[in-house]
């Protein structure tokens, strides 16, 4: 063997290594041309918590410069807000657009991989379809960001996905950058009827459920063990140590164990959301949120003291029977206790485009059983919370000086069922105006249809 | 002795009078009696044995047995429809033995339009209670389309939680577009087909070398619908509402449209027929290829161009988000009154039932909802709510659980606390 056969094949080696080790399907998302823009005269909302009245931000370059009060540079766009609202941009921690898109048909329905309980191995961005018209109907709602997650038709759902609203060719186009995977997974009455029920297969049962997840950790934990023994090995020079084989299940789960993929747990039931927390620590993975949690107000307390979310809705119920015990009053007092969080999520492509009116309908609803609820606490719940559970709130969900330019211009207050968004700005460039027509996207499946019906 | 027998028998008289007797006097509110009295502000409402007997300025009652609301000047309205559910057909959707809404397949006759969903009503539901008190006094049973373009029949219910709740004519459900066309052989041509053949049937027996659609009780059903009956159809796209209409006519029926997302591109052929349209103004995607066309000024196109509507499609769980609705529906350009009237009278007149409910009037059955303020807007609840002139308790089972989880340290466990 030559010197530059050696050099050749060893290069190649670093080369597989190096892709082995990188992100698989990237983002290429980029932030869309913009130029500084100041909005003036705004009661700001950021986010915190704070409210701000006769207030400025300025957005330069895709983030922010200031929130409150500051000098523009004299090319800014200045925009009078006119005593008009701000929030930070919405974020939706639980859609499902582009994977169960519009229209609703058999050949676009790829959310639910139901051929086995367990499908860590799956991410939901390679079904994302992203001509679904509802990214634009969300962007007219002031959402930013969302999570798209698979469905909860198995144990185990595969890995969710964290996108800018910002149309584009792939849905690598839209991917959030450094945000972290999420990964699904159900608790309770899905999986026993896709398996149970109606297949006849494992789990037929909650304790079969519990055992099935639990199965899977001690097969991630091996996995996880060997793939340390193995980088210890090659850190320590050993040259000969065989990587174990790479399983595309065990290494979504390992991701959980390490920290670097966060869990998003659809679960409606108290008890079983309190089981589920004795196995994150018997395991060693913290949850980030309980989806749909609709009696999580029955252990508000506790989610608060384990630090974990909940992603909830102000009214939805009855629709199945761990979903019997809903009240309108579960948001607020899931964000009840010291360090609550809640959040409004939407699971639906008509929720989505209303978050702001939802976190209204719930905040009335604690307002009147005495709870202090003013709207700059109540917006955490569509902005901060989700951010901070979806892992990127070092980046956006509240609007501070240094994060992205993720902003909304409401009508009025957005607390209103009659306020809608007039802008909005994703990293600083203005992507919806409902005034102008030219700033309002169309999906290449909506273009063109009708024709000939006058508009 | 005289003194203690009045005594008597005026407790007695406490004691046996059901609610619905007691006066009720709603002082100075807001009234919107959706009627061509308009708005009236500063009005006093008094109801006696269930009606609205008086309403003006500085009403007064006098005894024992009465209830008075001071408004303070809030909106007043008629109780609002719940929209087409299955309120006291279903208790919990997934839970099969609890729901009574739809006929699956039976093997004789595929099509059972003397199916009637209003024997199953169960007033004494869960759901009952938790639509009323947001405001809701009416809905309109709706017999759910399953494995036959015939859904059955319907009618209205009060959520007085009475046994004698069901009111108004019987209601015909009948379900037309791409997702129905199944049932009919694949082709919505196929539905038109079929649903003539059975109207055929029903004003002549089938010969006898024809396999019939209908059993006998089909066809005198059907033949009375035929005398200008009230049928809901189901449907969304444009050209296919343009069938409706045709159809109805020639069939002889009242044709109602449900859904209705493509209606504006046909707003003035639905206002010339005088075909009201029940539509949820959320519905803005394109669903499916039968609603290409939705958008959320829908509701405010129809209204302009002189169609009755009203507002249906938040689900029977979930009804009460029919006020959101309305409220997005004045959002995007329908007049504020108008939204009112889709969810009180214009509902009312569509199913010919606007003597008992969706207006306040003298001499109806009063169904009141006071609110805290714009009955339209999101964050605004029902204070107290009147129904068939019953004072309505203002919990359910949702005020019993948040009750119940509202104290934080309780010392024993929470099935101890019996709000």
Known sequence: ?????????????????????????????????????????????????????????????????????????????RIDAGGRWVTPGLIDIHSHLGVYPSPGTWAHSDGNEMINPATPNVWAEHSIWPQDPGFSRALAGGVTAMQILPGSGNLIGGRGVTVKNV???????????????????????????????????????????VAGYRAQWIAAQKYRDDWDEYEAKRAEGDEDATAPTRDLKLETLAGVLRGDILVHMHCYRADEMMTILDMADEFGYAVSTFHHGVEAYKIAQELAEEGVCGALWADWWGFKMEAYDGI??????????????????????????????????????GQRMGLDIPP?????????????????????????????????????????????????????????????PAMQPVSDFELGQLQGVSQ | MKRISKILICSFAVLALPAATADILIRGATVHSMTSKGTLENTDVLVRKGNIYRMGKRLSVSGPDHVVIDAEGR????????????????????????VDNALESIEISPMRPEFDVTSAYNPHSSLVPVTRIEGHSFTLLSASPSSSLFGGQGRMAALDGTYDALFGEPVLFINIGGSAAGVAGGSRAGLWMLLQQAMDEASRAPEDNVSPLLTSRGRATLARFADAGTVVFSVHRASDILQVIRHADKFGVKAVISGGAEAWMVAETLAKADVPVLLNPLQNLPSSFDALGSRLDNAAILHAAGVKIAFSGAGSHNARKLRQMAGNAVTHG??????????????????????????????????????????????????????????????????????????????????????
């Not at chain 1, 584009?168 to 608790?187: D, E, N």
């Not at chain 2, 019953?390 to 606390?417: C, F, G, K, V």
Request: with cysteine; net charge negative; charged share 20%.
């Open chain 1, 1 to 77: 063997m030559t010197w530059q056969m050696k050099l050749y094949l060893a290069t190649s080696c670093l080369t597989a290594s190096a892709l082995a080790l990188a992100e698989p399907f990237p983002s290429t998302y980029a932030p869309l041309a913009s130029q500084p823009t100041l909005i003036e005269n705004a009661v700001i909302l950021t986010g915190t918590g704070e409210r701000l009245e006769g207030a400025s931000l300025l957005m330069d370059g895709g983030k922010l410069s200031f929130v409150g009060a500051g000098d523009a540079p004299d090319d800014a766009l």
């Open chain 1, 167 to 209: 149309y584009s060719t792939s849905y690598q186009g839209m991917k959030f950058p450094g945000a972290p995977h999420g990964m699904k997974m159900a608790c309770g009455e899905n999986p026993k009827r896709v398996y149970g029920r109606d297949k006849r297969t494992a789990p037929m049962t909650r304790m079969g459920n």
């Open chain 1, 328 to 365: 309108q009053e579960n948001i607020a007092l899931v964000d009840r206790p010291e360090g609550g969080c809640a959040i409004v999520h939407s699971d639906s492509s008509e929720g989505i485009q209303r978050l702001n009116q939802e976190a209204a309908k719930a905040m009335a609803r």
């Open chain 1, 376 to 436: 700059e606490r109540a917006i955490r719940w569509v902005t901060g919370n989700p951010a901070k559970a979806m892992g990127i709130l070092d980046q956006t969900g509240t609007l501070e000086a240094g994060k992205m330019a993720d902003v909304v211009l409401w009508s009025g207050n957005p607390f209103s069922v009659y306020t809608q968004a007039d802008q909005v700005w994703i990293d600083g460039a203005l992507v919806y105006d409902r005034a102008d």
């Open chain 2, 75 to 98: 909106p007043l309205t008629p109780g609002l429809f719940a929209g087409m559910t299955s309120i006291g057909l279903t208790e919990v959707s997934a839970v099969d033995e609890s």
């Open chain 2, 334 to 419: 329908l007049p504020h009154d108008a939204a009112l009237a889709a969810l009180t009278r214009n509902p009312a007149e569509i199913f010919g039932v606007e003597d008992h409910q969706g207006s306040i009037e003298k001499g109806r059955p009063a169904n009141l909802v006071l609110w805290s303020a714009d009955p339209l807007e999101v964050t605004t609840l029902a204070e107290r709510v009147v129904i068939n002139g019953i004072d309505i308790p203002m919990t359910s089972r949702q005020t019993e659980l948040r009750d119940r989880y509202a104290p934080e340290q309780p010392s024993m466990p929470r099935a101890y606390i019996k709000p």
